[in-house]
């Protein structure tokens, strides 16, 4: 799961936004406590259901905006170097297929 | 979003699993907490969309753990009283609707 | 996948809507026949997978009203003998799960 | 949803795989008409729903690798010159976003 330096990139290209994903981050982390309160306190199971909905939209929403981050980086090192740039794309496939798939 | 108290539900149908349901939501809390400190760190975009799509799924297992527990519920209370089923299992389609969606 | 007869279910909660479900899968059937047109003429890569993405929800509002009318069904089933009714709810949940996850 | 020819693209980049593509979707055309025998000879309605679900992952499956062509397409084409890069990430992205969620 850690970054293999062999792959020799300085920062991931999500750097410029790294504030804006913190903050939707702790956010998703609130609807998470929330969402045990809820539980806690016995709430309705489908006003539960909502709010897990809500949640997994939130999650998908980051992961939409750091792939594209991602591919515009992709994109860059391979003008600038056209290294690895086949398994870059396909690293990147693999990673939308499991977006879709979940 | 409440709890419709004109329903009359003493208590939801998923109470048996309580703990449970918050042991799961406590370790997904910490799944997103890890994703923070991942972008706080730099690690490589890849690792963090697999990291997002892993806490995206385990929301659902408790979305579809959350909803068998409801149907049960619903059920035994049709047997019981016979009221108000079909508003239930729209509702409870719709909550289906907005996770397939999700 | 066959159904088992054993269940003894004369016929499925879905037949009162049956040429409504029909309509809406010979629809499907076109929008499959038109991605296959789409490709066939070097139709630009993101606007087949536009249609994809609209056959797949037009899939997935069949199974959801599906879904719905299985439901119903099953409790006014339990209602009427409460024969196989954890069996069906865990059935039911099984597919939803199938359904959220793809 | 036709293309834009002011693009200037001479063909899409899943023309290679073009019969695989075909071949694919003339196996879910199969699968659509297969679900509408179903329907037509009340089949149970989890069968139905269990093939709805296959019918859909086959056509996410085409989707995916129908933008891993392209995404290629579009890094050759960054690479020799420099075009509209920004924007065919920013409509690829909106091509993923909405295959995770429908």
Same mark, same amino acid.
Do not use: F, N, W
């Given at each position: 799961? #850690? @970054? &293999?330096?062999? !792959? &020799? ?14 903050? !939707?981050?702790?956010?998703? %982390?609130?609807? $998470? ?5 809820? +539980?806690? /306190? &016995? ?9 897990? *909905? *809500?949640?997994?939209?939130? =999650?998908? /929403? $980051? /992961? +939409? ?5 991602? =591919?515009? @980086?992709?994109?860059?090192?391979? $003008? !600038?170097?056209? %290294?690895?740039? &086949? ?6 496939? #693999? *990673?939308? *297929? !499991?977006?879709?798939? /979940?």
């Amino acid at each position: 799961m #850690a @970054h &293999d330096e062999s !792959r &020799d990139e300085p920062e991931p290209g999500y750097t410029t936004r790294k504030e804006e994903h913190l903050r !939707r981050l702790r956010r998703i %982390e609130g609807q $998470v406590r929330g969402l045990q309160r809820m +539980i806690d /306190s &016995d709430q309705y199971c489908i006003d539960v259901l909502t709010q897990i *909905a *809500a949640a997994t939209r939130a =999650l998908q /929403s $980051v /992961s +939409i905006v750091l792939l594209e981050q991602h =591919l515009r @980086h992709c994109v860059r090192q391979a $003008v !600038r170097d056209g %290294e690895q740039v &086949d398994e870059r794309i396909q690293e990147a496939t #693999a *990673a939308i *297929a !499991r977006l879709v798939r /979940s």
